[in-house]
């Protein structure tokens, strides 16, 4: 199996400002043609480093590559593949959604037949072709948001960084975007994205990093950062008082809800450890009324390994 391309390389990133350390040692790498996301607190580290492998501002150390390029010794060349649609729009509320795109691709250069033959493509592209001719400002937002990405694509980027690319939107726009994003990758553009949203990198993302206080804490796919966090268990719900008693004797160890008539019993929550959990309640006649499995979630693997929520404790206190 041949390994895909790395689209964005990064070894011992730091920066400093003064005596705070922001980035303290980051090594990534992102493959060609897939979705990264870069999770963490507010000050981990996480705009730096976009900043840093946009070449908006400089390291401190270490070696970083974007799309093939050397970011310190062809920062040009890095912005010449690369496309930023940040948290806030750009859109030029008093164009239309054509002009918008006539206009991006007019600062890049294309050409007046291109830049018009660009801009309709997009708009088809991001199913905004019936709206074209109507002024932005009168889009919704998530139709806003596809008309947003789709100027960073004027120029077909290889590497596009979204930063909460659906920050504000209602969920049928959010998976809308999705979809989008989604389509993308399809078509060999790298996504680097941050978002606030663990769902959506739990959804999108191909492999998942987590910074905390400018160190990477841990990284992988969601399903593997899940599994570094405990506390899987399945719910069990008994449809009488006699039944609920009798599954605690079999059980042993279980959280009791008596007055839900519950019992909360650690497990995996594999097809296996299922099958076997239920064939020992079968086995001393205990009918179990429902059952429900609980594993933790990014949510869960956000609090776990990074500090913010300790030190907002302690300052509570």
Known sequence: MTT??????VTGLSKSYGDKVVLDGIDLE???????SLLGPNGAGKTTTVEILTTLIKADAGEI???????????DGVRGAISVTGQFSSVDNLLTGRENLIMMADLHHLGRREAR?????????????EAGSQRALAYSGGMRRRLDLAMTLVRRPAVIFLDEPTTGLDPRSRHAMWDVIRNLVSEGVTIF???????????????????????LVAQGTATELKRRVPGSYVRLEFA??????????????ARRDSGALA????????VGALRALLARLEENAVDVAELTVHTPDLDDVFLALTTAPRRQKETAR
């Not at 895909?4 to 390389?9: L, V």
């Not at 590559?65 to 920062?75: E, I, L, M, S, T």
């Not at 033959?117 to 072709?129: H, N, S, T, Y």
């Not at 019992?263 to 594999?270: A, E, F, K, R, T």
């Open 30 to 36: 992102v493959a060609a043609g897939s979705i990264f």
């Open 117 to 129: 033959r660009r801009a309709d493509e997009l708009l088809e592209q991001f199913d905004l072709a």
């Open 65 to 75: 590559r974007v799309a093939g390029k050397d970011v310190v010794r062809d920062p």
């Open 4 to 9: 895909p391309p790395s689209a964005i390389t």
């Open 263 to 270: 019992l909360q019993v650690p497990n995996d929550g594999s």
């Open 240 to 253: 009488g008082q006699q039944q609920l008693e009798r599954a605690q004797d079999v059980l042993g160890e």
């Open 193 to 215: 994205l941050t978002t606030q949203y663990l769902e959506e990198a739990d959804q999108l993302a191909d492999l998942i990093a987590v910074l905390d206080q400018g160190r």
